[in-house]
């Protein structure tokens, strides 16, 4: 990620040419103090736009009560911990693209994604409703055993391959994956990032990791 | 103090609907002040770009941008946090004309 080249302009400058040169990435100042004269078409020189969509979680410290389930979820090392023992968002653009499943599974509603389309993870006030809604959510995953992950990878490698025709009739199998498709749309995981996961194995390792890490936090800065 | 205005673009997703960003950003162009534009606040804030700590420095501003509350975070996350009489007016939900009349007290 490279800093945003700031224009400066006088004001009166036209809404399209400042919009243009947004959409180009470029950040505009107006102001009384700019340069009189015609500057040359700075986006001759400018960098092209961020490839990386800002997508990331943001942590309202208001809400948030430090119980580390966000680290110990994410497999991506999104999530750190301060040298004051707080979890912090560390690695953003570590995080998947358009998957706002960490925030599914705070229990106080305490991450934000803000280019989210739905209340209230993109940043809408929380109402006791979503309370009540996320909490479910956070139940569904426990009963699971918190290996949400894997198997989910394991229900979409299922789902394609030929296997699951065949076993059609195994009713179990198929109430399995008929809950996990429920919490994949619960959590709101998109398909790319479910199909682009490690293998179950890789999965299950970097879970472990990431627990750890949580528990090594607890265990230093117990609240 | 008069406050400094800034608007945030949201260049990298289509989270705002374009009508409504484009006639904040013409209502603002129009009214002949002083502000600062910028691309996309989410991106800034993961690189914590040193503007957003001197924006949030610089007391009383008002920012046209999403929900208060992530702005709010968002700045926190880019370690600036933003003044109380910080001011967000929300161009998710509010019309360009209500966040107009709020940033530069003009009808568009
Ligand atoms: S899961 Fe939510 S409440 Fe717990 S540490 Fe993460 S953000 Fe804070
Ligand atoms: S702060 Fe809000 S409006 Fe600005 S880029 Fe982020 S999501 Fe878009």
Redesign the pocket.
């Known amino acids: 990620m490279s800093a945003v080249l700031q224009v400066v302009m006088q004001p009166g400058a036209s809404a399209q040419a400042l919009s243009a040169l947004l959409e180009k990435g470029y950040s505009v100042r107006v102001t009384q103090d700019a340069p009189r004269t015609a500057v040359s078409d700075p986006t001759e020189v400018a960098p092209s736009p961020s490839k990386w969509k800002?997508w990331f979680p943001v942590i309202d410290y208001q809400r948030c009560t430090n119980c580390m389930q966000c680290l110990s979820f994410c497999l991506f090392d999104v999530y750190g911990v301060s040298k004051e023992g707080k979890i912090q968002v560390q690695n953003q653009t570590n995080c998947k693209t358009d998957c706002p499943a960490c925030s599914r599974v705070c229990p106080e509603v305490a991450i934000l994604f803000?280019?989210y389309r739905h209340n209230p993870i993109n940043g809408s006030e929380v109402q006791a409703d979503d309370l009540r809604r996320e909490a479910m959510k956070v139940d569904i995953s426990a009963l699971l055993g918190g290996d949400i992950y894997s198997m989910l990878r394991d229900r979409s490698a299922k789902a394609k391959s030929r296997f699951s025709k065949e076993r059609d009739e195994d009713r179990a199998l198929k109430e399995r994956l008929n809950c996990l498709n429920k919490l994949q749309q619960a959590m709101d995981i998109p398909g790319e990032v479910l199909a682009a996961l490690p293998s179950v194995d890789e999965i299950r390792r970097k879970a472990e990791v990431a627990k750890a890490k949580a528990e090594e936090a607890k265990r230093q800065f117990p609240s | 103090m008069t406050p400094r205005i800034l608007y945030?673009?949201?260049?990298?997703?289509r989270?705002?609907a374009p009508e409504v960003k484009q006639a904040v950003l013409a209502g603002l162009a129009d009214a002949g002040v002083e502000f600062e534009a910028v691309p996309?606040?989410?991106?800034m804030s993961a690189r914590r770009d040193e503007r957003l700590q001197a924006l949030a420095a610089e007391g009383p501003v008002k920012i046209a941008?999403?929900?208060p509350r992530?702005?709010k975070w968002?700045f926190h996350s880019a370690g600036a946090p933003l003044p109380e009489e910080a001011e967000v007016l929300n161009?998710?939900e509010q019309s360009a004309e209500a966040v107009l009349h709020n940033i530069v007290g003009v009808k568009v």
């Open positions: 800002p803000p280019k | 945030c673009h949201c260049a990298y997703a989270v705002l996309d606040l989410c991106e941008a999403c929900f992530a702005v968002l161009m998710r």
